[in-house]
């Protein structure tokens, strides 16, 4: 299974704010930066949120991340069609000589 | 703009080697960057192999590090994923992607549209 704990599946209705949980430890969330990654059907995984809670440019203020602990948080206001997707975080893990450690990838329906 | 594009078998049989090829088109992989592969097996999470860079520095993730080999060609700007003895269980989606160095953090920022990679007899 995967290092980083996320729930398989979400769901919101239009408009809604949704909240996507990842949960780590210290050698990877408790020690280094948060990244999230959208992946709409079909495509490949899209950078979403990098740094706990930074946007890269032309991905709308609706999505926002935070870090607190040994846990990460995806949220999205003003939920819309379009986000229905997998969500994945992703970070770095000490112990394993600062390898890449991603969550399982959360599906989100819009319902 | 930076495109990848991977290419390679679709189908491979148990304990051959998987091969693939990423092609790197709007960027010089010489020029800077580490440049990964990450794989979705069917109904699960994003699972990172490794990552190369044009120097041949390179690292592996720990459970696939004694099958994996990772290698440069700046003469043909792309990198490569040889993945040897396979079973069914390294069937996924193969991605490949530009490692960026952002702030405090590593981001994969360009990525493939993926190959699927199906291992059976």
């Known amino acids: 299974q995967s290092v980083l704990t996320q729930p398989p599946s979400a769901s919101g209705t239009p408009g809604q704010r949704v909240t996507i949980s990842c949960s780590g430890s210290s050698s990877n969330i408790g020690s280094n930066a948060v990244n999230w990654y959208q992946k709409l059907p079909g495509t490949a995984p899209k950078l979403l949120i990098y740094?706990?809670?930074q946007r890269p440019s032309g991905v709308p203020d609706r999505f926002s991340g935070s870090r607190s602990g040994t846990s990460a948080s995806l949220a999205i206001s003003g939920l819309q069609s379009e986000d229905e997707a997998d969500y994945h975080c992703a970070t770095w893990d000490d112990s394993l000589n600062g390898h890449v450690v991603f969550g399982g990838g959360t599906k989100l329906t819009v319902l | 703009q930076v495109q990848l594009q991977e290419s390679g078998p679709g189908l491979v049989k148990p304990s051959e080697t998987l091969s693939l090829t990423c092609e790197v088109s709007g960027y010089s992989i010489s020029s800077a960057f580490h440049w990964g592969w990450i794989r979705q097996p069917p109904g699960r999470g994003l699972e990172w192999i490794g990552s190369v860079h044009h120097s041949g520095s390179t690292y592996y993730s720990p459970s696939l590090k004694t099958r994996v080999t990772l290698s440069p060609d700046t003469s043909k700007n792309h990198f490569s994923l040889k993945l040897t003895s396979v079973t069914a269980a390294d069937t996924a989606v193969y991605y490949c992607a530009r490692v960026s160095q952002v702030g405090a953090t590593r981001v994969f920022d360009y990525w493939g549209q993926g190959t699927l990679v199906t291992v059976s007899s």
């Open positions: 740094s706990n809670n």
